[in-house]
């Protein structure tokens, strides 16, 4: 059984940081792309970025430039840093893992941007 664990998630003022951390219970991951999406309330879930088994990354539009997706193979994490934070970017983060099969998805985080 897969399992993704995230962590990092808390309450940040407007223009801070945040590192999202996702813990793969299995090294499957190397060999298939990992994500990272949101859903804020009200809204659908979306993706925010994400990165294949290459390392080529893809990014949401309203996140280009601030916030990186990487990934660790030898500790089987993949992290998100989050810089200039806005409130607009508050919701629950979910890690996610796409192979040919099932998807996966972890419990998810909360991040708050707010004054």
């Known amino acids: 059984q897969v399992q993704l664990v995230e962590s990092g998630g808390g309450l940040v003022q407007p223009g801070g940081s945040l590192r999202l951390s996702c813990a793969a219970s299995?090294?499957?991951?190397?060999?298939?792309?990992m994500g990272w999406y949101r859903r804020a309330p009200g809204k659908q879930r979306e993706l925010v970025a994400e990165i294949s088994s290459d390392g080529s990354t893809n990014y949401a539009d309203s996140v280009k430039g601030r916030f990186t997706i990487s990934k660790d193979n030898a500790n089987n994490m993949v992290y998100l840093q989050m810089n200039s934070l806005k409130p607009e970017d508050t919701a629950v983060y979910f890690c996610?893992?796409?192979?040919?099969?099932?998807?996966?998805w972890g419990q998810g985080t909360q991040v708050t941007v707010s004054s």
């Open positions: 299995t090294s499957i991951f190397r060999r298939n792309s």
């Open positions: 996610n893992l796409r192979t040919s099969g099932p998807v996966y």
